[in-house]
């Protein structure tokens, strides 16, 4: 059975700081994927891993895959308040069949001024 | 942009009601999919189909049932709610052959 495990489930920083959200999978899958869900909001697409050293950066956030080592990671520089959200990280690992993702409890991220 | 679109945002049935939840999708997708999201558990499979009339089971499916008669529109169906099924409840959507999941906007479902 395919595991997601994040860390850390909860995460309070303040604006200007930098930190790393991990995210650790227990089978073998080439595919990758961060979500952000605001507040009584539904989840929202950010980035989309699909090769072992994938990096893509948005704004103050950049993701990267390291398949051999089974671990994604979400950098967040500079953070801002904006980013305050949970952050979920999803993988595939379904052995192909029926695309669908096994996702990680998500990790709730605060910003303080 | 692609869109999934759920029946209503937030919901209050009774114990014992049959609950309807409807989802659809502008993007022709062929998989769609129902999570129900608790707190400290995050989000959990119900049912999912890759085809209309086609359904399987996800990772919780006790007490509920599903039904896709047409591509876009996928039903999620609480026979007889109980008040453990009160949730978020999610629904997404997917080309056949990609794992990039779109997702709806949510109903909060509350059962008393």
């Known amino acids: 059975e395919l595991k997601v495990e994040q860390n850390p489930l909860f995460l309070s920083m303040q604006e200007g700081k930098n930190y790393t959200i991990y995210c650790n999978y227990s089978?073998?899958?080439?595919?990758l994927y961060w979500y952000r869900q605001d507040p009584g909001k539904s989840l929202e697409s950010l980035f989309v891993l699909l090769s072992n050293g994938a990096v893509k950066q948005e704004g103050r956030l950049m993701a990267s895959l390291d398949t051999k080592a089974r671990l994604s990671t979400l950098h967040i520089t500079a953070a801002v308040h904006d980013l305050s959200a949970t952050y979920f990280c999803?993988?595939?690992?379904?052995?192909?069949?029926?695309?669908?993702?096994?996702f990680g409890k998500g990790t709730l991220l605060t910003v303080n001024p | 942009d692609v869109k999934v679109t759920q029946s209503s945002r937030y919901l209050v049935k009774r114990t014992g009601e049959k609950v309807f939840l409807e989802c659809v999708q502008d993007?022709?997708?062929?998989?769609m999919f129902w999570y129900r999201q608790d707190p400290g558990l995050g989000l959990r499979l119900i049912y999912f189909?890759?085809?209309?009339?086609?359904?399987e089971k996800g990772d919780i499916p006790e007490g509920y049932s599903v039904s896709r008669e047409k591509k876009e529109r996928f039903s999620l169906i609480l026979e007889s709610a109980s008040t453990n099924q009160t949730s978020m409840y999610l629904c997404?959507?997917?080309?056949?052959?990609?794992?990039?999941?779109?997702f709806g906007p949510g109903t909060r479902l509350t059962v008393t």
């Open positions: 999803a993988v595939d690992g379904s052995g192909g069949s029926n695309y669908k993702l096994t």
């Open positions: 089978t073998t899958s080439d595919r």
């Open positions: 189909s890759y085809d209309v009339k086609m359904k």
């Open positions: 993007m022709d997708h062929e998989n």
């Open positions: 997404a959507s997917s080309f056949l052959t990609d794992y990039e999941q779109y």
